[in-house]
């Protein structure tokens, strides 16, 4: 998601979103005074604190699967029990949200 400032296709509120987690994640440092100020106007107070707990519990997960080498199963493993298709890619199976 780095290019995500150079794409035009992102929402005000999108891209609102994606500035915060820049910053929430980013150490040291924090969120800056005019990037809260924009997500405080697009956001309610229950939809800031939504995002930033969703965020900072991506980022302690990606931390942990980091820092103990953590491998995802594979899709077709992970979805096998259930009897569902895995769709692949280009050999690389990919889920589908519905």
């Not at 290019?3 to 040291?28: G, K, S, V, Y």
């Not at 997500?39 to 800031?48: H, M, P, Q, T, V």
Request: charged share 25%; net charge negative.
């Amino acid at each position: 998601m780095s290019a995500w400032r150079e794409a035009d296709f992102f929402t005000p509120a999108e891209r609102a979103a994606l500035e915060l987690t820049e910053q929430i994640t980013r150490l040291p440092g924090g969120v800056d005074d005019a990037t809260w100020e924009e997500a405080a106007e697009i956001f309610s107070e229950r939809e800031l604190s939504d995002l930033i707990l969703a965020v900072g519990t991506i980022n302690l997960w990606n931390r942990l699967g980091v820092s103990t080498k953590l491998v995802p199963p594979p899709l077709k493993r992970l979805f096998a029990d259930e009897g569902v298709e895995v769709p692949t890619l280009g050999g690389v199976g990919v889920a589908l949200g519905g």
